[in-house]
Each structure stands twice: as structure tokens, then as C-alpha cells.
């Protein structure tokens, strides 16, 4: 396996080469290229209106977010999952959920984590030379970053409240707020959760062999790799020459590395959308993030960060982390859920459901290859799953 990607890497390398020359002659063509363009530049080139606002949270970090402006009585916030960003919203034009929602009268806010290639900024620390810039994981997602950006739209469009959607680890940040920052519980009208991810120990393979693997290299990395797949590092680079490769790239990069860890759907997620995703994807995050997860799998706890017990007893007064309580996240939720997800199992998404107090709805995705990512990137999805977001929505606005 890894002497076919060095093979890869080589080809394309070559090859990069020899298109260098052809560069400046197909330079308008790259420009109009989905894989290049940013989210404001996809969502204008499909029609919208969009605009960038700057967000800043109580601890200095500037995130970046989009708006397609609509109906400002109905405002509806959409976060990414892990080494994600708004990107993958928009990815599909007017079939992805921005442009769906959009068409449907909301007031579309689009989110960005603090760290990521949209969101990598502070106000005091810099993120090539700072690590303390890197020491968050999704509790610093929960309770700094959701708050401030919630607390912007509403100044924005002068609503006591707004809706909420989050995909993955957009949800996981849903929950730590709610349970961390219990007040702002109020301000939410609707939190509708596609792939909900919380407790992660029943998780299907290779997931919890993977997840013990991170625990155990980070036990020598964690004080040493700060950031992880940032937009334009290395290993980033080394992802596009892989994935970038007219014939083998898809098997390699989709079928053997994405649907290992996702759930295998070829139907959602055809050959010609990869160069789109690679063009925008992995987005970067701190390894901290990465670990949190770990640890949540590992532990079988939907907990705060490990720190050890010396550190845990200094900086919670108790030698283990205390969990959150999802008794306080009192929202209403709305739930759409597949089989054939690999992180957010059904038996995953059961344990959530048991412990919180107000789901209003819950959907199983009728297609039975429906995993992880179908959610965000699924080419039916504007059919399948997003009329059914909607019609819940709309229920409640
Ligand atoms: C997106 O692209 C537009 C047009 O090139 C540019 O003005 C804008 O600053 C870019 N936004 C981000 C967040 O990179
Ligand atoms: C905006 O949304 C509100 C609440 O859903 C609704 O009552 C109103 O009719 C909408 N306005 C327009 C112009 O569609
Ligand atoms: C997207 O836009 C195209 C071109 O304007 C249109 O033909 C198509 O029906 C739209 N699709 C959806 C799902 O709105
Ligand atoms: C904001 O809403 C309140 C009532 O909810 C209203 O009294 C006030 O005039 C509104 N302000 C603006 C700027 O629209």
C-alpha cells in the first residue's frame, strides 16, 4: 500500500512539473475551478449574496464567518466537524445545505473553529510561533467559540434566538456548550444534529484501534506537534499529490483511506468531486482536538481533557475529569442518524439520546450505505436529507 502512494507521489510530482510550463496560459481556467475558490467566491458563483464577518471570542481568537443574508427573522447557524470548514457547506452549490437553506428563506451564518485555515488568527498569539495557540480541543469549541459566535448573530439580526446545525464535531461543540454554559441553552430555537458525535466507544473498526493508536503516539508527541493537517503544510501537500492522480487516486484516497473511516458510499461520492474536496480539505486543528477524541473513546466518557492526575486534581480538584452533564443541554434536538456511520453509530447515538432531555426528532437516513460524510457532501443529499432538515425547521420558525 505505501509503495503504491510512493509510486503516486512520483507520478505526480512529474507531472506538476511539466504542467508548471501550461500554468500561466490556463490561469483563468484554475480561477473559475471549484477546487480553488473560496466560500464566498462558491457561493457568490452559484448565486448568492455573501458576506465575511470577523468574530471575536472572549479569549482573543478571531474566526472567520460567512452569511448569505435572508429572512433575518430566521437565522440559522451552521458549524463544521473535524479538520473541516464552512467550505464543505458550500461545496455543492445550490445543492449543498447554505445554498438549500438559502433557497429556503433563512438567514444562513456560516462558522468557521477556532484554528482552522478560515480561522487561524488572535488577537495576541501567533499560530506559526505561539503553541499556547494550539492548546484547545472541542471544550474550548463549546465555551468559547459557539458563545461568541451565537452572541454575534443574534446582536446582528436583534433575535433572542437562533437555529442551530452541526455536522460531526459540530455537534460535539453543541453539547459542551449546553451543558458547560447552561444559559445559552435559551438562545438556541433548534439544534438539529447530523451525525450526532458524542460517545465514540461503539464505534465500529478500525475507529477505536485507530483512536488507541493516537493515544498512544501522542504520549510522545502531544508536547511537540502542536497543529495537525493545517491548509498548507506538508502533509497537505503530500495528500494533494496522492489524491490528485487521474487513475488511482480515487481507490487510494476514498475507497482504501476515506471510506475506512467514514462508512463506504461510492454512490454519494463520485470519482469527479474529489479534486473539489481535496482543494478545500483537511482544514487544519490543534492535535489536542484530535486527543480529546481519543481520550472520549478510550475512557467510554464524555468528559472534559485528560490531563493526567496530578494536573486534572490542580485544574478540576478531582484526579479525573469531570464529565458533562447532558441532563443540563435542554434545547430542543432533532437527530438524523445512518447506518452505516462509523463514528456516530446508532448504539453511539443511543447513549446521547438516553441522557438528553429534550429530542423532539429523530430520523434514521432510509439509505442504507449513508455514512459520516454523506451528511455534508452526499450528492443526493439536496434530495434525500435536506428537505427533511428544512421541513423541521420550519416547524419550529
Ligand atoms: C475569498 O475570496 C475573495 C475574492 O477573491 C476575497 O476577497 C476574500 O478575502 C476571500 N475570503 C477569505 C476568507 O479568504
Ligand atoms: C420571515 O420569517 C418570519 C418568521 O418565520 C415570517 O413570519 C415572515 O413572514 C417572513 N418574512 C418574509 C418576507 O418571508
Ligand atoms: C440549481 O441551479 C440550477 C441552475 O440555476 C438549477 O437548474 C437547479 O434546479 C438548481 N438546483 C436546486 C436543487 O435548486
Ligand atoms: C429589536 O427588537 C426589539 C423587540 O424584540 C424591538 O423593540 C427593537 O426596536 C428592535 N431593534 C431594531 C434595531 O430592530
Not at 152 to 177: A, D, P
Request: glycine share 6%; hydrophobic share 40%.
Amino acid at each position: 500500500m505505501y509503495l503504491t502512494l510512493f509510486i503516486i507521489v512520483l507520478i505526480n510530482v512529474t507531472k506538476q512539473t511539466k504542467a508548471e510550463t501550461q500554468d500561466q496560459c490556463s490561469i483563468l481556467n484554475i480561477q473559475d475551478d471549484d477546487t480553488r475558490l473560496n466560500f464566498t467566491e462558491m457561493a457568490i458563483k452559484n448565486g448568492y449574496k455573501c458576506e465575511e464577518h470577523d468574530v471575536i471570542t472572549k479569549d482573543g481568537y478571531i474566526l472567520k464567518m460567512f452569511h448569505i443574508p435572508g429572512n433575518v427573522s430566521r437565522p440559522v447557524l451552521l458549524m463544521h466537524g473535524f479538520l473541516d470548514s464552512a467550505d464543505s457547506y458550500i461545496l455543492r452549490g445550490n445543492r449543498s445545505l447554505a445554498g438549500h437553506l438559502a433557497d429556503s428563506g433563512y438567514d444562513v451564518w456560516v462558522g468557521n473553529s477556532r484554528g482552522n485555515r478560515y480561522s487561524r488568527r488572535h488577537l495576541h498569539l501567533n499560530p506559526d510561533a505561539d503553541i499556547a495557540f494550539w492548546d484547545y480541543s472541542v471544550h474550548e469549541y463549546g465555551s468559547y467559540d459557539l458563545p461568541a459566535v451565537i452572541d454575534f448573530i443574534l446582536e446582528k439580526t436583534n433575535q433572542s434566538q437562533i437555529n442551530y446545525i452541526g455536522h460531526s464535531e459540530g455537534t460535539t461543540m453543541m453539547y459542551v456548550m449546553g451543558a458547560h454554559k447552561r444559559k445559552y441553552n435559551e438562545k438556541i430555537k433548534l439544534f438539529v444534529a447530523l451525525a450526532p458525535v458524542c460517545y465514540l466507544h461503539k464505534s465500529m473498526s478500525p475507529l477505536p484501534a485507530l483512536l488507541k493508536t493516537v493515544l498512544f503516539v501522542n504520549r510522545f508527541l502531544i508536547n511537540v506537534v502542536h497543529e495537525i493537517l493545517s491548509y498548507n503544510s506538508l502533509a497537505k501537500k503530500m495528500i494533494d499529490l496522492v489524491c490528485s492522480d487521474d487513475v488511482f487516486s480515487y481507490t487510494v484516497c476514498i475507497e482504501w483511506f476515506l471510506f475506512s473511516g467514514t462508512g463506504s458510499d461510492a454512490e454519494e461520492f463520485e470519482p469527479s468531486f474529489l479534486p473539489t474536496v481535496i482543494g478545500h480539505l483537511p482544514a487544519g486543528t490543534s492535535n489536542k482536538n484530535m486527543n480529546h477524541f481519543a481520550q472520549i473513546s478510550n475512557r467510554k466518557q464524555f468528559a472534559q481533557y485528560d490531563y493526567g492526575c496530578l494536573e486534572n486534581l490542580k485544574r478540576y480538584g478531582s484526579f479525573v475529569p469531570p464529565r458533562y452533564n447532558l441532563k443540563n443541554v435542554n434545547m430542543k434536538v432533532a437527530l438524523f442518524v445512518s447506518r452505516n456511520d462509523k463514528f456516530a453509530t446508532l448504539e453511539n447515538v443511543k447513549l446521547l439520546t438516553d441522557q438528553l432531555p429534550n429530542v423532539v426528532h429523530k430520523h434514521v437516513m432510509e439509505q442504507k450505505q449513508w455514512n459520516h460524510i454523506d451528511f455534508t457532501w452526499g450528492k443526493h443529499a439536496y434530495k434525500y436529507l435536506y428537505p427533511k432538515v428544512s421541513g423541521i425547521l420550519d416547524k419550529y420558525n
